[in-house]
């Protein structure tokens, strides 16, 4: 059973920074690689993608956190981070990390497209 697991999270004031990590594992079938994005979700409100990143290597960023957020990875420890800087009080929400199993990975951003999805990290952005 595959597994997410994100951590990072915290309080931290306008302007602050803060790096999430996202480790997946548990997939049994070598014709497959995890694919991995950040999502958040704000209370009453829908999960809304924020970064992920392609085989290609391209990364995908919601467009009002591309010129403070960086998304990277290192498969060879199945994980994802995301660093976010001049962190917002609109940025406070619960983050989530989820994952699909890909021969190709797109950096979609849709959240129809993930299978498996961590518990979730709370960032909170204090004024």
């Known amino acids: 059973q595959v597994q997410v697991v994100e951590s990072g999270g915290g309080s931290v004031q306008a302007g602050g920074s803060l790096t999430l990590s996202c480790t997946a594992s548990g997939n049994t079938d070598s014709r497959y690689h995890y694919c991995l994005a950040w999502f958040r979700h704000y209370p009453g409100g829908e999960r809304e993608g924020i970064a992920s990143?392609?085989?290609?290597?391209?990364?995908y960023y919601l467009g009002s956190v591309r010129d403070r957020f960086t998304v990277s990875q290192d498969n060879s420890k199945n994980t994802m981070y995301l660093q976010m800087n001049s962190l917002k009080f609109d940025d406070t929400a619960t983050y989530y990390c989820?994952?699909?199993?890909?021969?190709?990975?797109?950096?979609?951003?849709?959240?129809?497209?993930?299978?498996?999805w961590g518990q979730g990290t709370q960032v909170t952005g204090s004024s």
């Open positions: 990143i392609a085989t290609s290597g391209d990364p």
């Open positions: 989820a994952a699909e199993l890909a021969t190709l990975c797109t950096g979609a951003l849709r959240p129809d497209r993930y299978d498996y």
